[in-house]
């Protein structure tokens, strides 16, 4: 029977690494792999839209589940994390290694790259350590044949001794026949032979020492061979994971305590030290893998990276790299913002189309102008911005960075950029989450659980604010062009308006490496880690899938967000400005009591108090400029630029207030869907709060010290 989908939930739950089948039969299998080989595609043409994602247990590192039946068997597939190895280096490592090896799965599919396969039998040959029930996914065979490169399937089965398939996951090649293989290795249909590479002499005396003793403690619930390594090797990582799997410490046997030592001892007495027996365990490893690459590859154009390689000495060159890097940045920007403006006019439209039936069923039912106000006036009309402005730039610039990321360019990126992050002590991956924090902050703080090391990943969490969300594009743009471009008038306006927005984005990935360089020198101190970057071959988009990916996976999700977040703002923000004390609004009584403030940053009380009230959603903050200004009670907007800027003159507004307003959006706390997303990301408030007061400081320093020194030498 072919492959079928369902359209139920998974119902599948998690108890640390174990999932609880929903039936006894259900088969559980885990799908692993190396970054960039389509392991995601491969788990998406298996499963649809039947999957959902959350974090495993304690880490902030995503998985994705989901359950496809085949030949009346229900399967439920496990996507856990891209890795290179299962050496447990890393978080994602750790992960992956103890699902393969305690989440008990029926199978694990192993996904491999068809053009790169010497590289990516590393860790086929370390999963084939670990458990026999394996099967061999050998995905992207369209590039390898476009390449000339010719592998035999039937050979390395039999090498490997276990089942290998070929697919094309993309046209969903070959998937059928892959869950073929995985139906009968999980059914036990089939047996397994995997290969058995043997270390040299010493380390087998050693592994036969303390082999024996592990067999009979663990009663075959694990690979006792491979325990033995991992034990000898002093992997304190898995003692952990091996302490929750079994309930009990093996460490705690004396026994075995001395096996071990009598182990170790018998590797130094022959000329290796604890610190080489993981290279010898690598080094046998490389070489299998090499061996077996070498009997069942062939390639009949050995310069079959030759395009891919000239067009990253262009891409990636120390001369054209970070330029054309910006260029393309800017042509986003461009198209984002561009391609923005009549749907979110439309939108806008339609929402307060909306607002006006809205009014007219509150007034046919009589009801109190109180509440007409805070629901209608208040929460929708927040609503409403919050959604006209977000959802049109996000459904845009997402897909726009995912086709980037589809084409193989954002690793290019991170590379292009690491050498900045490492002179600021940080991780050459805060590149691809400083990029996803142009789209939305929140995204790129998600983005962030790319980056191993918890120190580094944690300062590009703090520092992700310093790029300009879409929610911030709208003030900066309309500020630069009212206050830049104006100011230069003429044919140059625009120009103007356009290097103004583009020095204010450098600006803030200037500040985004001097707060992370301050940083790591403080109170996150410590040194860059070192990580491979994999420059993946560049490919061919897939429209459809960047489209759901980018609408469902990050529009969506943060629009959902914001959403959540701004309805009761609408609240406080329509109580805030009716309310009156004295006559005097609320609104009015905060931006007085701010005034004198403002005015040592460059701006005013009723500039501060817009931001402060925009808190939910950067989107906001010109309309409540305008209520406030306007004294109208709701949040409302001008038609023309030049309306607005009549409003700001007349209250004293200077190209410096404009500045100060632009650097002050660019520099201040996140808004509250991007903390909220950080309070979930790092389990802390300490931190949360960190993140609302370092930009918001730094901020507050950069406009007082423009403000101040341009007032000094009476430029204004």
């Known amino acids: 029977m072919g492959l079928t989908k369902q359209s139920t939930g998974t119902g599948v739950l998690v108890n640390e690494l174990n999932f609880e089948r929903v039936h006894s039969d259900d088969k559980v299998i885990a799908l692993a792999g190396n970054p960039n080989v389509g392991k995601s595609t491969v788990f998406n043409g298996l499963t649809g839209l039947n999957q959902h994602t959350g974090n495993w247990p304690g880490k902030t590192v995503s998985n994705a589940r989901g359950k496809y039946i085949h030949k009346d068997k229900t399967f439920i597939m496990v996507d856990i994390p891209g890795t290179y190895s299962l050496m447990a280096n890393s978080a994602e490592e750790e992960v992956a290694r103890d699902f393969v090896c305690f989440g008990m799965p029926d199978a694990t599919v192993v996904v491999t790259d068809a053009t790169c396969l010497e590289r990516n039998m590393n860790l086929v040959l370390q999963t084939l350590e670990i458990t026999d029930k394996v099967v061999v996914c050998v995905n992207l065979i369209d590039e390898a044949n476009r390449k000339k490169i010719k592998i035999d399937y039937g050979k390395l089965s039999k090498l490997l001794g276990v089942p290998v398939i070929p697919t094309n996951a993309r046209s969903n090649k070959g998937l059928n026949e892959l869950m073929d293989a995985v139906y009968k290795v999980a059914d036990n249909h089939i047996s397994s032979n995997p290969i058995q590479f043997k270390y040299d002499a010493v380390v087998e005396e050693a592994i036969n020492i303390v082999q024996p003793k592990i067999g009979e403690l663990v009663d075959g619930k694990i ?7 991992k034990l000898m ?54 070489t299998t893998a090499e061996d077996i690459s070498r009997k069942t590859v062939s390639y009949d154009n050995t310069k079959y990276n030759q395009t891919d390689r000239n067009i990253d000495s262009i891409l990636t060159s120390r001369i054209f790299g970070i330029p054309i890097m910006l260029g393309l940045l800017a042509v986003i920007f461009w198209l984002t913002i561009a391609g923005a403006n009549v749907p979110s006019g439309l939108i ?31 929460m ?32 290019r990126v991170a590379f292009n950029m690491d050498n900045f992050f490492k002179k600021a002590c940080t991780h050459g991956k805060q590149a691809l989450s400083m990029c996803m924090g142009f789209g939305c902050n929140a995204a790129g703080v998600i983005g962030c659980r790319i980056i191993d090391s918890p120190r580094e990943r944690m300062i590009a969490i703090l520092t992700n604010v310093f790029v300009p969300c879409n929610g911030r594009f709208p003030t900066l743009i309309a500020i630069g062009t009212i206050f830049v471009g104006g100011t230069v ?13 583009t020095g204010i984005v450098l600006i803030g990935i200037s500040m985004t490496l001097l707060v992370s360089k301050i940083l790591s020198r403080t109170i996150l101190k410590g040194l860059p880690s070192s990580f491979t970057l994999e420059l993946p071959p560049y490919r061919k988009p897939q429209v459809g899938r960047i489209i759901i990916r980018s609408v469902f996976d990050r529009t969506l999700f943060v629009l959902g967000r914001a ?80 309306d607005l800027k009549q409003i700001f003159v007349a209250h004293g507004w200077t190209w410096l ?47 007082f010290v423009v403000a101040n020194v341009v007032r000094l030498f009476g430029l204004v």
């Open 233 to 286: 090797d002093g992997d304190s990582t898995l003692l952990k994971s091996l302490d929750r799997y079994l309930g009990f410490n093996l460490m705690d046997n004396t026994e075995l305590q001395e096996l071990l030592i009598k182990a170790k001892i018998h590797l130094v007495d022959n000329d290796i030290e604890a610190n080489q027996l993981r290279d010898k365990i690598v080094s046998q490893i490389v």
């Open 563 to 642: 959403v959540a977040v701004a309805a009761p703002a609408g609240l406080v923000i329509w109580i805030m400005a009716n309310i009156t004390i004295g006559d005097i609004s609320l609104l009015a009584h905060g931006a007085n009591f701010l005034n004198p403030f403002g005015k040592l940053l460059g701006m005013d009380g009723y500039i501060l108090m817009a931001f402060v009230l925009g808190l939910p959603a950067n989107e906001i903050v010109i309309p409540i400029l305008i209520m406030s200004y306007m004294a109208s009670g709701s949040m409302a907007e001008l038609e023309q630029l030049s």
């Open 348 to 378: 806008a439209d339609f929402l307060f189309w909306i607002e006006e039936k809205l009014t007219l069923f509150f007034m046919w039912a009589g009801s109190p102008v109180w509440l007409h106000g805070i629901l209608v006036l208040g």
């Open 223 to 229: 690979n006792s061979r491979w325990a033995a390594l």
């Open 657 to 703: 207030t404009g500045i100060c307003v632009m650097l002050f959006s660019l520099m201040h706390f996140p808004c509250g869907t991007t903390l909220w997303t950080i309070r979930k990301e790092t389990q802390s408030l300490k931190w949360t709060l960190a993140s609302f007061a370092i930009p918001t400081v730094a901020g507050i320093i950069v406009c």
């Open 489 to 501: 008038g003429g044919a140059f306006g625009s120009v103007a308006s356009t290097l103004a927005l």
């Open 380 to 411: 929708y009309r927040t609503l409403a911005w919050v959604v006209s402005v977000m959802l049109p730039p996000m459904a845009i610039f997402f897909p726009l960075f995912t086709l980037l990321e589809d084409l193989g360019y954002l690793p």
